[in-house]
């Protein structure tokens, strides 16, 4: 059961970012000028960043919010499945744990 939770754990600092990405304005694409440093420039097309449309379209219908309620939904599920199974599983093992020892006594 510990591991169930150190794996739901696992998961949600691993989702977690993603949830914060998708309501944040970024610009996917990056330009290819590198200075001497090895950093990328920022430009004045970088703060004037238009060429993300479906974000901006997901925010102003309200629809990234159903994005999120998705994402998290599926969450939820693989997480009742995952306690479920565990549940499942660690009744398995007391049975076969206790006729093994009452193997071992006769």
Do not use: C, H, W
């Not at 990056?30 to 920022?42: A, H, L, S, Y």
């Amino acid at each position: 059961m510990k591991n169930i939770y150190l794996l739901l754990l696992l998961f949600s600092f691993a989702f977690s970012p993603l949830m914060a990405i998708a309501q944040e304005d970024t610009n996917t694409e990056q330009t290819t000028e590198v200075n001497k440093n090895g950093k990328i420039p920022v430009t004045q097309r970088d703060y004037e960043n238009t060429e993300v449309s479906m974000a901006d379209t997901f925010r102003a219908d309200g629809k990234i919010y159903v994005v999120v309620v998705v994402l998290t939904t599926i969450f939820a599920g693989i997480v009742v499945f995952l306690v479920v199974t565990e549940s499942k599983l660690k009744k398995l093992e007391d049975l076969v744990y206790s006729e093994r020892a009452s193997k071992e006594k006769v």
